[in-house]
């Protein structure tokens, strides 16, 4: 099984841009992999924010894109905000089998 | 309103079995795909199984392969889960999560606590 590698913690401060990256074991992320971003607080469920790479659902905030960078799958945040500090998971597709990654941290500071 | 809401999660021993239950309803069960992913506590998620809107479709991950079943019963508007074999590491927060059109996981359910532990 392939593995999805994110980064496991980083730090933003309020107002400021980060890029979390999601990476394959088996190469370059492409479409083919349809990343998905999900954003997960302490004590909630999670909830997905970003499909097929860079769609987005009508709840999510518009300062959050998904993209593809550098051969890996790519959430930006821009202008970011306190509520924003949670767990973000990706996922990607392997022909019909699904990995997430294990969560980056993100702290607003 | 759509809602998800799991059940059936329990303390099991090792070895022993269990089934969990999704109930939807606010929309239209039978033309979504359905997952069930898992998050031990403390852990990241993990991914479970995926069944199609019509129940003839049917993945699982590797780690639950052979020992977990997933089915529907869409006149009932009804996921489940039969867990098999249940081992330490099925110790978990499982969600039921829909599709819906593109997405695969537009919404999940408050999810259930399933321990196996002798």
């Known amino acids: 099984q392939a593995v999805v590698t994110q980064e496991p913690s980083l730090t933003v401060s309020p107002g400021g841009t980060v890029t979390l990256t999601c990476g394959s074991s088996t190469g370059a992320v492409t479409s083919g992999h349809y990343p998905y971003w999900f954003q997960q607080k302490p004590g909630q469920v999670p909830r997905t924010l970003i499909y097929?790479?860079?769609n987005k659902h009508s709840w999510t905030p518009a300062r959050f894109s998904g993209s593809l960078l550098g051969g890996k799958g790519a959430l930006t945040l821009s202008g970011a905000q306190p509520e924003d500090e949670a767990e973000y998971y990706c996922l990607l597709s392997y022909s019909g089998v699904v990995v997430f990654g294990g969560g980056t941290k993100l702290t607003v500071l | 309103e759509v809602q998800l809401v799991e059940s059936g999660g329990a303390l099991v021993e090792p070895g022993g079995s269990l089934r969990l239950s999704c109930a939807a309803s606010g929309f239209i069960f039978s033309s979504q795909n359905m997952n069930w992913v898992r998050q031990a506590p403390g852990k990241g998620l993990e991914w479970v199984s995926y069944?199609?809107?019509?129940?003839?479709?049917?993945v699982y991950a590797d780690s639950v392969k052979g020992r977990f079943s997933i089915s529907r019963d869409n006149a009932e508007n009804s996921l489940y889960l039969q867990m098999n074999s249940l081992r330490d590491e099925d110790t978990a927060v499982y969600y039921c999560?829909?599709?819906?059109?593109?997405?695969?996981?537009?919404?999940w359910g408050q999810g259930t606590l399933v321990t196996v532990s002798s």
């Open positions: 999560a829909r599709g819906n059109g593109a997405s695969w996981f537009y919404s």
């Open positions: 069944i199609s809107g019509s129940g003839s479709v049917t």
């Open positions: 097929d790479t860079s």
